[in-house]
């Protein structure tokens, strides 16, 4: 069974920082783009950046030169650097990705179960 597992919110305080981390398990053939959502209550769920297989990034307006995404060594791993944290960046955070779960099969996607930050004095 495949798993994505999220860790690191929090806490923080205006101008901090946080470092989430998302770690995918189970019987993965291929890990294709990876990224971050943000959710709050009442609203959709917003794209924060994503990360692709070869490595090509993209943000939201709103994080760009605040966020930074990257994958693991491993592969397995998508991490979201989070710097200058604002209190309108508090909210649920979830990771997806797109996997292949069977050879030749297509890529699904997967998703977290959602991490709370909060940014506040």
């Known amino acids: 069974q495949v798993q994505l597992v999220e860790s690191g919110g929090g806490l923080v305080q205006p101008g901090g920082s946080l470092r989430l981390s998302c770690a995918a398990s189970?019987?993965?053939?291929?890990?294709?783009?990876v990224g971050w959502f943000r959710q709050a209550p009442g609203n959709q769920r917003d794209s924060v950046a994503f990360?692709?297989?070869?490595?090509?990034?993209n943000y939201a307006d709103s994080v760009k030169g605040r966020f930074t995404i990257s994958r693991g060594n491993a592969k397995n791993t998508v991490y979201l650097e989070m710097n200058n944290l604002k209190p309108e960046d508090t909210t649920v955070y979830y990771c997806?990705?797109?996997?292949?779960?069977?050879?030749?099969?297509?890529?699904?996607?997967?998703w977290g179960q959602g991490t709370q930050v909060t940014v506040s004095s």
């Open positions: 189970g019987s993965i053939i291929k890990i294709g783009t």
């Open positions: 990360i692709t297989s070869t490595g090509d990034t």
């Open positions: 997806y990705a797109d996997l292949r779960i069977r050879p030749l099969g297509p890529f699904d996607t997967y």
